[in-house]
């Protein structure tokens, strides 16, 4: 098995960020939606992404945003890939793909086998098909620190690039590689102190654990 690719998401600080760098993460995600408490404004995303140049992928992460916030945020971020969050059809998937050209990923939220069924649609449309556990109606869309049943991925026969997200953190990472072979992890909360508050030993802590998976 090869060892994963690794995202840290909701980075908001310097400090963080070249903690990510050290540990050897490939990539990591800005969160472009008001609501969330690791909301990076233009100025930290543009602050981040130049110290990050060559050095990490850049991947900014949206909520079903419209084409101008899409514009801006690139514009001033500099962006490697896009990350979809939301409802967003595979139609709206291959239309930013196109408009933007970048890759875009596309979040789906899992909680049954149906769900991961769901990534069929988006075969073609999407770059990468990342695996995040369902969050209750009305929360925030990820960063909750909730896992789904992993089994769940055992039918997934993996015709498109793809990673897992949810409730990953250094104490389950290495037991979720092994369950599903995820080719990428991607953790927000699992490597924080509070919400939005990434913790540089944790980062470095999950890197480590998944590296030697």
Known sequence: MTTPKIKICGLTTPETLEAAIAARADYFGLMFYAPSPRFASLGVARELTERAAGRIGKVGVYVDADDATL???IAAAGLDALQFHGSESPERVAQARAQFGL???KVLSVAKAEDIARAQAYLGAADLILFDAKTPKGALQGGMGLKFDW?????WKAPCPWGLAGGL???NVAEAVRL???PLVDTSSGVESAPGVKDVAKIAAFCATARSA
């Open 151 to 155: 089994s769940l991925l055992s039918a």
């Open 180 to 182: 599903t072979g995820a």
């Open 169 to 171: 953190s250094a104490e």
């Open 103 to 105: 890759p875009v990923w």
């Open 71 to 73: 514009t801006e945020t």
